[in-house]
């Protein structure tokens, strides 16, 4: 069955880098669009970053600049490289695999980044 699992969370001062590693298994990962989102407390879920099947890319206006999806196909991974982080980034992010905007997500369970000011 289709696995999504979140690493790399965690507490950071402002100003700090976190890397958020998803590993997937149980579909072709290198044919899907992978993506990262986050949702804060009392706030929708919402799409931080993109990745294509062949590396194009899209970010949140509010993350670009700061923040860096890349993916391995060979390894089922993609990451999140977050620097500069703001108080504002504490969310729960989630990895995010799609085929197609018309086909069914799957979704991982979630971790945590928590940004202190």
């Known amino acids: 069955q289709v696995q999504l699992v979140e690493s790399g969370g965690g507490l950071v001062q402002a100003g700090g880098s976190l890397r958020l590693s998803c590993a997937a298994s149980?579909?072709?990962?290198?044919?899907?669009?992978m993506s990262w989102y986050r949702q804060a407390p009392g706030k929708e879920r919402e799409l931080v970053a993109r990745?294509?099947?062949?590396?194009?890319?899209d970010y949140a206006d509010s993350v670009k600049g700061r923040f860096t999806i890349s993916r391995d196909n060979g390894k089922n991974t993609v990451s999140l490289q977050m620097n500069a982080l703001k108080p504002e980034d504490t969310a729960v992010y989630y990895c995010?695999?799609?085929?197609?905007?018309?086909?069914?997500?799957?979704w991982g369970q979630g971790t945590q980044v928590t940004v202190s000011s």
């Open positions: 149980g579909f072709t990962f290198s044919s899907y669009f």
């Open positions: 990745i294509s099947s062949v590396g194009g890319t």
């Open positions: 995010n695999a799609q085929l197609g905007l018309h086909y069914m997500a799957f």
